[in-house]
Every structure is written in structure tokens, then in C-alpha cells.
């Protein structure tokens, strides 16, 4: 079973950047897809992005071009680099482990293995 602790969320000023960071123990993240959700009170859990074991991914739609998924799999890490942050992307950003596939995964009932979540906050 592998374990996975997320960190880097924080308050951030609108404009800015933020790197959030998925570490994992127990298991290589190269045994698995992997990915990033966001949710905010009261809404339902959201995709933002996902890589599989061979570097492929995927982005939801608005996310694509302020949104960098990698791994780093000499640290066994997950990334999220989002850039140019706004208020809506205010939420607790969670990673998330599904089965190892050459495919992409976005739901979250693809994925069984979930962090506890890093909050993001984005205001002046």
C-alpha cells in the first residue's frame, strides 16, 4: 500500500504561482497513475490533472495552460505547479493513486488511494 502526504499550499496573491508537492512511502509512484483533484465546500471533488507511468497527461479544459503535472521518481514525488492563481482556484488540492495504466484516468472513481489534502488559498 502506498501512502501519500501532500504539502506546498499556503496563501497566495493573485497572479501568483504555487508548487504543491505529493510525497509517497511504502510504494514506487511509477506503480501507478497519479493525479490531482481540488475541491472547495459544499462541491463535489474535481480533476485537474493526471500522469501515468510512461509521462502521459492530461489537464481539465480551463486548467491546460496555467497547470504542470510531473514526477519526480528519484524522490518518488508528485508536483503540481500552478501558475497565475486566481480566487476560484481557492481550494484543498488533494493526489490521488489509481492502477498503473498507458492511459489517462480523471475520475475520481478511478483513483483508490488519496492523500489528506493541502489548502490553497488565493487573496489579496
Known amino acids: 500500500q502506498v501512502q501519500l502526504v501532500e504539502s506546498g499550499g499556503g496563501l497566495v496573491l493573485p497572479g501568483g504561482s504555487l508548487r504543491l508537492s505529493c510525497a509517497a512511502s511504502?510504494?514506487?509512484?511509477?506503480?501507478?497513475?497519479m493525479g490531482w483533484f481540488r475541491q472547495t465546500p459544499g462541491k463535489e471533488r474535481t480533476f485537474v490533472a493526471t500522469i501515468n507511468h510512461l509521462g502521459g497527461r492530461s489537464y481539465q479544459g480551463d486548467a491546460v495552460a496555467r497547470t504542470a503535472i510531473s514526477l519526480d521518481k528519484a524522490r518518488n514525488t508528485l508536483y503540481l505547479q500552478i501558475n497565475d492563481l486566481q480566487p476560484t482556484d481557492t481550494a484543498v488540492y488533494y493526489c490521488a493513486a489509481g492502477p498503473k495504466t498507458d492511459g489517462v484516468l480523471s475520475k475520481i472513481s478511478d483513483f483508490g488511494i488519496w492523500g489528506q489534502g493541502t489548502q490553497v488559498i488565493v487573496s489579496a
Open positions: 511504502g510504494r514506487t509512484l511509477s506503480d501507478f497513475t
